[in-house]
């Protein structure tokens, strides 16, 4: 029996439970705000591009809008996650978030096309952060045995992103004008940087050490190279000319060199000791392909559904709702499965096969494919991905100490990165090839060269095409899409492949059941003090 003194503490300590928990949620919610904020710009400045370039001019430099936040977010994202290691997690992911929104309101103020291109790449460096704190700061609040119940949070925000960018992007640019695409993020960060800053308290890091600036420097151009190549290869320069062959040799000598002064650095930017974990090097492989098949698919489904099957462009982020809405349902139960049972290694193995299996679906698709068909391959597809996008955080972060959590979270985001700068750019060569040799076949050279020079026609010139050439194009394009599902079907098997050999270590904090006196929120609160 509980005696008076035994049972005041008890009551006074009740009314406090409720404010802990309802810290962390303002805190989970200020994560889930930076994270939209990465995720749903590129989606919102794409719809509006060709407003900008009707204002801005520059058609010749359109590309490097995207390829400049690309490449600092890429060359970034290590770099942030090695800082808040080092100097603590709270005010280097605020200061990611600074960063991004004075990018975003420079590139709001833009003037030409070069400081577009610029202020673009201000805000990349910030977006670089964004990601990867919010990965690192759930994995230093979170052991992993918890954390999956969180996925379906995260992968319902890419949902949202993808879904909601383009019809948020078309809005704003018609009714408030194509700078406000960008001063959109304004209000979004500033909520995020109050609620992180009011309720999450991480303790403070002081390292003595050097930054390792040499290393950094390497990394980002090795990294660079590397985005150059799959952007402006066979696009810009062909892949046999100087220019590209010319930053293959820098990217490989950089990337060598890195890796010679990361083994005598006192404080590396990527500690090479974290791939001798056999789960984190297997788990960066298939983060890589999940990355390359992704972006891939993205990029490659409203292409097909509103040029074969003739969707509106408008509604382009609807068109990829079956396999948004599956990827987000399986990452909730793959999460919850994790959560209450502390196996994950399924998930891989299901996920690797499930790639394999929706890509070789899309495949099948041609010129005849109905929109529901369309659907359902889409949702195997989704599914793979619910398996696959959160988990390999969840392994890749098991995988290191707690001392490397930034650098495990920005390595695994950064393989998906690269990952998924691969993809388009091969599965873009792929596309262009097979459209160009198909409409030859089919409509003969003349046609050929009608869209040679752009191969992905946008619905005003297609309506102008003579029925026979616009039939063959129909067909060309279907080809190729054939083809670039059929190559992803073939490149995920290493991903499929690899997933079996991960081993399945006990998650941190595999705790079949936590203090029942104690609440999960109010414990994982208790981790920040």
Request: glycine share 12%; hydrophobic share 50%; proline share 4%.
């Amino acid at each position: 029996m509980a005696t008076t003194a035994d049972a005041a503490p008890e009551a006074e300590q009740e009314p406090k439970q409720e404010p802990k928990q309802r810290s962390v949620r303002v805190v989970l919610f200020g994560l889930m705000i930076a994270m939209l904020l990465a995720m749903l710009d590129n989606m919102i400045v794409g719809t509006a591009m060709p407003t900008i370039v009707g204002e801005l001019g520059g058609l010749s430099h359109l590309s490097w809008v995207v390829t400049a936040y690309t490449l600092a977010t890429a060359a970034s994202t290590p770099i942030w996650g090695k800082l808040g290691d080092m100097y603590g997690r709270k005010g280097v992911f605020m200061a990611s978030i600074v960063l991004f929104l004075i990018g975003s309101a420079l590139s709001g103020m833009a003037q030409d096309m070069s400081q577009l291109i610029a202020f673009r790449a201000l805000q990349g460096l910030g977006a670089g952060g964004l990601i990867v704190g919010v990965m690192a700061i759930i994995g230093d609040l979170i052991p992993p045995r918890e954390r999956g119940k969180y996925q379906g949070m995260m992968a319902g925000v890419m949902a949202v992103a993808m879904i909601g960018g383009p019809l948020i992007g078309g809005s704003i640019t018609d009714n408030w004008g194509w700078r406000w695409s960008f001063y959109i993020n304004l209000p979004l960060g500033v909520v995020a940087l109050f609620m992180i800053s009011a309720v999450l308290h991480l303790p403070k890091k002081r390292v003595q050490a050097r930054i390792d600036y040499l290393g950094a420097g390497l990394l980002t151009i090795g990294i660079t190279s590397l985005v150059l190549i799959t952007t402006w290869g066979g696009n810009q320069y062909d892949w046999a000319s100087g220019q590209i062959i010319g930053l293959l040799v820098l990217g490989v000598g950089a990337l060598a060199a890195f890796l010679y002064v990361e083994t005598r650095a006192a404080e590396p930017v990527l500690p090479l000791h974290i791939f001798r974990s056999r789960n984190f090097a297997l788990i960066s492989v298939v983060g890589f392909f999940v990355g390359f098949t992704m972006f891939g698919a993205v990029t490659f489904l409203p292409l097909y559904q509103q040029t074969v099957q003739g969707a509106s462009a408008t509604n382009s982020g609807l068109l990829l709702l079956p396999m948004l809405m599956s990827m987000m349902v399986v990452s909730l139960i793959a999460g919850r499965v994790t959560t209450q049972t502390g196996r994950y290694k399924v998930f891989p193995v299901v996920g690797g096969g499930l790639m394999v299996l929706g890509l070789y679906l899309l495949s099948t698709m041609d010129t005849g494919t109905t929109r529901f068909m369309a659907g359902v391959f889409m949702a195997v597809l989704g599914a793979a991905l619910g398996c696959l996008m959160q988990i390999t955080m969840l392994i890749a972060q098991n995988s290191v100490e707690m001392k490397d959590m930034g650098v495990g979270s920005s390595s695994s985001t950064l393989f998906r990165t690269i990952g998924g700068s691969f993809g388009v750019s091969l599965f873009g060569a792929i596309f262009t090839h097979q459209v160009t040799e198909t409409m030859a076949a089919r409509a003969g050279s003349s046609a050929a060269a009608a869209t040679s020079s752009s191969p992905q026609l946008d619905p005003a010139s297609l309506a102008k095409l003579p029925p026979a050439v616009k039939d063959a194009y129909l067909h060309a394009v279907a080809n190729g899409t054939h083809h670039v599902f059929l190559w992803g079907a073939v490149i995920s098997v290493v991903a499929f492949a690899a997933s079996w050999f991960v081993k399945e270590i006990p998650l941190r904090g595999a705790d079949p059941k936590p203090d029942a006196e104690q609440p999960a929120d109010e414990a994982l609160l208790a981790r920040q003090d």
